[in-house]
């Protein structure tokens, strides 16, 4: 979070709780005045049930613990990540470094390897329907690609920045770095929808890789070792999730940011990594105090 955010986010829950106390104090006086009318003796008020702090507040907050690790390519620039029918797939940028990639999870071992054109940063990635869609950064242009043989089907247009992609079952979800999300038919590629994220502070910004898991969306946010987990229907944060510390300090070294979520749905495991990792930990979620 940084400074300009945290401003904001003081405003706005100054703001809120203000306007709650303001609410209320105006049906307590309301309340007196039917009372009095009515020639009663004047009793305690009725209250109905108080705001619902929790429920328009708050999120729920987790750590993790690593369950295992696999080797992962220290060249990968991850910048989307899958796993599909026992495989992860992995799409990488930089340009002249950009791929899309099959991967064996135990070894790491590159099993199939689509090089993008050299003017071209690749972005998200994401399968549906026996299709991989790659989203690029600044060209406003994706890739569709033959899941199995990795040929490109098609490509499409979008007018914002590319960064992480992901799936619904229905429609694509892809963020551009801001705090939107934008939902995409996965056919006709036109836009059909949006949501801006949110916490209890405020908007949630450069919203970055995402992973779709369980009904909400998890995605990475850039230069943190956090994820965040949003309800699609109303772009709420509804959790974080605290991953600092997966890597050594020596390995950080060496390193760019966390990114890269991937959910295996059918043994349900998750797995994040980062750019350019030599690892790519399987982890299991716990829940904080
Ligand atoms: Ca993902």
């Given at each position: 979070m940084n400074l300009q955010h945290e401003a904001i986010s003081g405003s706005t829950y100054s703001e809120r709780r203000y306007g709650l106390n303001f609410g209320w104090t105006f049906a307590f006086f309301l309340s007196f005045v039917y009372i009095g009318g009515a020639g009663c003796v004047p009793e305690a008020p009725t209250r109905t049930e108080p705001p619902a702090a929790e429920e328009e507040q708050g999120y729920v907050e987790y750590g993790y613990t690593v369950v295992a690790e696999y080797p992962h390519d220290t060249d990968a620039f991850t910048q989307g990540l899958e796993f599909h029918d026992g495989y992860l797939y992995e799409g990488t940028g930089l340009r002249g470094r950009s791929s899309l990639r099959k991967v064996d999870l135990y070894t790491g071992e590159v099993l199939q390897y689509h090089a993008l054109d050299n003017r071209y940063f690749g972005e998200g990635i994401t399968i549906f329907d026996d299709r991989i869609y790659q989203l690029t950064w600044t060209s406003n242009t994706g890739f569709v690609y033959d899941l199995e043989s990795f040929e490109l089907l098609d490509t499409?247009?979008?007018?914002?920045e590319g960064w992480g992609l992901t799936q619904d079952g229905e429609r694509?979800?892809?963020?551009?770095?801001t705090d939107q999300l934008y939902f995409l038919n996965p056919y006709t590629y036109e836009r059909i929808g949006s949501i801006h994220v949110h916490d209890d502070y405020g908007p949630v910004d450069?919203?970055?890789e995402l992973e779709f898991i369980d009904g909400k969306v998890y995605a990475n946010i850039w230069k943190q070792d956090l994820l965040v987990i949003i309800n699609p229907e109303s772009g709420q944060v509804v959790g974080k999730v605290h991953l600092d510390g997966l890597l050594t300090p020596r390995e950080r070294l060496r390193v760019d940011v966390l990114n890269g979520i991937a959910w295996d749905e059918i043994e349900e495991r998750l797995f994040v990594t980062g750019k350019?990792?030599?690892?790519?930990f399987k982890i299991q979620l716990v829940e904080l105090d």
């Open positions: 499409f247009s979008y007018p914002t694509l979800i892809m963020s551009d770095g450069k919203i970055n350019l990792w030599p690892k790519l």
